[in-house]
């Protein structure tokens, strides 16, 4: 389909719309090879009722050291969520706007208190997707995931998170062990290994990334062989047109590399590390060149619900250009405010429908390969997700789990299936148990959720940006003889006083995601031409990391450098920037690093002396950069 096709039949609906693109062209020899698990095979025929189950080398389930699983799980009210409009101009920031919410578990009659989780160890459902118990759930499974999580999460994305998707019957997913785990499998479904002392260049095959990258998704391919290629962001995220955008990248290509990139690594809403949200219309863009130059999609999207309307209107192209025309703050489809395009479905939701949808609800070609996981939104420890795309990459990242990964943990499964589902109401042993039956989350309760995660995670980004902006300056202050009165020997000159403003740091408010990406004006610090004419301002840089780390302010952030796809990006950008994460510090404690990194900003900036810095690299230098793998660490831990 051309790119105009591709676009225009966007509004088509459900009825009128296409199979999928047979997109097979891209997989790569080892996931063609791939055979279904025979063992697998036989898993359909267990459920028969009175079956003789003398096939698979399955243990029996009485032997399970585990009678039941029980816990403590919230209600989805627990949070309080912000308005899901954007505002513009947004309204100024007050004590009870930067007031974070606080967990009620004094009060059992509580909207937000917590309810009792149960899972038996054998329920009396005999449908398999309403029969939630350890019998099931710790036995070996189907690769696609425990049938009744896989049912509601399958129901879930397909009617409530992109119900707009244009290609006929719609996605497919499958459960993964998080994010990373689906990356890998999204690798060893597209992309072949390449050796440079075994094939040649020619073969060699690339993978797109924004500028500034999440490394854990670069550092998966690069033991491939793959050729990482970075195309330009700006606040949005992926440039689609001009300079270093994505179509001169794809048109200016030289082969001498290998062959032109098929893949895209992207992380779309609240962008790893910028915190940048694409807009609908950027998606249409890279999406219409996508179709052009054959390029697969994976959008990675752990933060796609944290998108905040209160920095929309500020700094979002969409919004913030002049030459947009479109902005109505009144307007609550989209968080870029853009119309709702005809034949739209509604999520059903009001949160859902003010989010800037996925590029599934575009994606006419079926190249899109969407990441999903409970990582933030449950816990990281959950090692659970989910892919959604076009049945055929669904089936054969089906072969790669059969003979990998299997299916994700049947622990974590059974609970939140458990906190999504709970137990059906006929099977009263188990509901029994429950001391407290608390309803399960449902769609309801899961939207209601992320809404009010949402709001807590958008009150400590404003209370954060509001700390840092007020540090934006370094400012001296003194006083001069006037240059402009003339005195005589009988009056004293007049003095004027002078304020000296020097910009230190800046940031755009973040659109999305967990992080504040910071970027230090090293250019104006006392020192920089003499770290500049040594070619050393890595070095400036890692020496403010450090000084953070001292004992008069103890912040740790992630250094821009980690972000750096490329060398060349490393030392030409990398060094100027900062991540902060503003989700996981304790909510009693963010005021207070937030202001010790700030204070940290400024006192380094009062730094005149080449020694003091130099001293700092020494003494870093000294334990081995033990300091810098610590925050390796902190920085690639799934965030």
């Known amino acids: 389909m051309a790119p105009a096709q591709a676009a225009a039949s966007m509004n088509t609906t459900t009825s009128k719309a296409s199979p999928p693109k047979d997109l097979s062209n891209h997989f790569s020899r080892g996931a063609k090879a791939r055979n279904a698990s025979q063992i697998k095979q036989f898993y359909k025929y267990f459920a028969i009722p009175g079956i003789g189950q003398l096939a698979g080398g399955l243990p029996n389930n009485h032997y399970f050291p585990f009678d039941t699983l029980e816990a403590k799980v919230a209600q989805p009210a627990r949070w309080e969520p912000t308005p899901n409009k954007p505002i513009d101009p947004p309204a100024d920031d007050d004590e009870a706007s930067q007031k974070l919410s606080k967990l009620n578990i004094n009060s059992k009659n509580s909207s937000k208190s917590s309810a009792d989780l149960y899972v038996p160890h054998t329920s009396a459902q005999k449908n398999p997707l309403l029969k939630i118990d350890l019998d099931t759930a710790l036995q070996y499974g189907t690769a696609q995931g425990y049938p009744p999580l896989y049912a509601f999460l399958r129901q879930l994305t397909r009617e409530n998170l992109h119900p707009n998707c244009p290609y006929a019957e ?64 700006d606040d949005e995220g992926m440039v689609a047109e001009g300079k270093g955008g994505l179509r001169e990248v794809l048109e200016n290509w030289d082969f001498k590399k290998g062959k032109r990139p098929g893949l895209i690594y992207t992380v779309t809403m609240g962008q790893n590390p910028t915190s940048g949200v694409l807009s609908l219309q950027r998606r249409r863009d890279i999406y219409a060149i996508c179709c052009e130059y054959d390029v697969i999609i994976c959008e990675d999207d752990p933060y796609w619900y944290l998108q905040y309307p209160t920095a929309t209107a500020l700094n979002t192209t969409t919004t913030a250009d002049p030459t947009n025309i479109s902005f109505n703050p009144s307007q609550p489809m989209f968080a ?6 005809e034949n ?22 079926g190249r899109v390969i969407r990441l999903d ?59 029994k148990k429950k001391k407290d039956n608390g309803e399960a989350w449902n769609a309801a ?13 958008e009150r400590r ?71 500049a004419k040594h070619n050393e301002l890595s070095r400036l840089s890692h020496a403010l990391w450090i000084f953070w780390t001292t004992k008069q302010y103890k912040v740790l952030v992630a250094p821009g450098t980690m972000f750096s796809p490329t060398e060349a990006i490393r030392n030409e950008e990398g060094w100027k920037f900062f991540r902060l994460c503003f989700a996981a510090i304790d909510e009693e404690e963010l005021k207070g690093v937030s202001e010790r990194l700030r204070d940290g900003v400024q006192g380094f900036f009062r730094i005149k002396e080449r020694k003091v810095v130099e001293k700092l690299l020494e003494e870093d230098e000294a334990v081995g950069g033990m300091v810098e793998g610590v925050v390796s660490l902190a920085a690639f831990g799934g965030c």
């Open 344 to 365: 739209w479905k509604s999520s059903g939701y009001d949160f859902l429908d003010s989010l800037v949808p996925s590029s599934i609800s575009i994606d006419t070609e």
């Open 461 to 531: 980004m404003n209370a954060m940006a509001k700390i840092l902006d007020d540090g934006k300056y370094l400012v001296k202050s003194g006083r001069r003889n006037s240059l402009f009165l003339p005195t005589t020997s009988e009056e004293e000159e007049d003095e004027w006083a002078v304020v000296e403003k020097t910009q230190i740091m800046s940031f755009d408010l973040p659109v999305g995601g967990m992080f504040l990406w910071l970027r230090v004006h090293f250019e104006n610090h006392p020192l920089y031409h003499h770290y």
């Open 336 to 341: 870029n405010a853009e119309p709702v395009p």
């Open 170 to 233: 719609g996605p497919e997913i499958i459960l993964t062990c998080g994010n990373t785990d689906g990356f890998s499998k999204v690798l060893q479904l597209l992309t072949n290994e390449w050796s440079a002392e075994k094939d040649w260049v020619r073969d060699r095959q690339g993978l797109l990334v924004e500028k500034f990258a999440y490394m854990n998704a670069v550092q998966a391919a690069t033991p491939r062989g793959l050729n990482v290629v970075p195309v330009e962001i």
């Open 373 to 431: 996981t409970f990582s933030k939104t449950v816990a990281p420890g959950c090692r659970l997700g989910w892919i959604t795309a076009q049945p055929a990459f669904i089936e054969r990242i089906q072969r790669i789990t059969e003979t990998s990964t299997q299916q994700p943990s049947g622990f974590v499964q059974s609970m939140i299936a458990e906190l999504l589902l709970g137990q059906d109401p006929a099977d009263a042993a188990a509901n």
């Open 445 to 457: 309760g899961w939207v209601r959720w992320i809404e009010g995660l949402r709001g807590n995670y």
